[in-house]
């Protein structure tokens, strides 16, 4: 079965600090990609990173980077110099790439950055 | 952005009857999802499809129905809809190579 975990349901920091939102998934399969979604208050769903799982490196977009450790099956998402715009639940996901390819979301956690 | 777009946006319903909501997409993409999202539970596949009249079940599969006659659209039944299934719909359409998922803008679903 393929699944994400989410352990934090909502985070909250000072506008400017950096802050980490955890995932971890189980697959047993070895080609994949992972993905970081923010979805603000308007509900539309925005690509935030995306990692390939065969690449080492660890993807970077601006502020946003991750952690991928693929043997530990952990994703984790830094947000540096956080701001208030950033407000907004993330969901983590990944996606086998083969087969029937079915795309699968985490619980979602809250980050609430305060002024 | 995708051409990617959710009918009806809103809609209530009463227990018992049947709601059809539609994925309309204008990009080809071959792979097409619909998901529920609820507080705490973040966004559950409920069915998805790999082709024209291929589907399979997601996690949360029972009381939903889906078809895909077509490439562009990807239908969702409930066939006796419950207050259980009240809910935010979103559909998702990926293309080969899965660099990345395009998302309707959701159905908010009440069922009373």
């Known amino acids: 079965a393929q699944t994400v975990t989410q352990s934090q349901p909502e985070m909250s920091v000072q506008e400017a600090e950096t802050v980490t939102l955890s995932c971890t998934y189980d697959t047993s399969e070895n080609n994949y990609y992972l993905f970081w979604y923010k979805q603000p208050p308007s509900r539309q769903m925005i690509l935030v990173i995306r990692?390939?799982?065969?690449?080492?490196q660890n993807a970077t977009e601006n502020r946003f980077s991750v952690n991928f450790q693929k043997a530990a099956k952990s994703f984790s998402l830094k947000i540096s110099d956080s701001q208030l715009g950033d407000t907004a639940m993330y969901f983590c996901?990944?996606?086998?790439?083969?087969?029937?390819?079915?795309?699968?979301f985490g619980q979602g956690t809250r980050l609430t950055i305060n002024p | 952005d995708a051409g990617i777009t959710q009918s009806p946006r809103h809609k209530v319903t009463e227990t018992g009857t049947p709601v059809t909501l539609r994925c309309h997409q204008t990009?080809?993409?071959?792979?097409m999802y619909w998901y529920r999202q609820d507080p705490g539970h973040g966004l559950r596949l409920i069915h998805y499809s790999y082709g024209v009249k291929d589907t399979d079940k997601g996690e949360v599969s029972d009381g939903y129905s889906v078809s895909r006659s077509k490439t562009e659209d990807f239908l969702l039944t409930l066939e006796s809809a419950t207050s259980s299934q009240t809910s935010v719909y979103f559909c998702a359409i990926t293309g080969q190579g899965n660099t990345e998922a395009f998302f309707g803008q959701g159905t908010r679903l009440t069922v009373v």
């Open positions: 990009e080809n993409h071959r792979y």
């Open positions: 996901a990944f996606i086998i790439i083969q087969g029937a390819q079915k795309l699968v």
């Open positions: 990692q390939e799982a065969y690449k080492q």
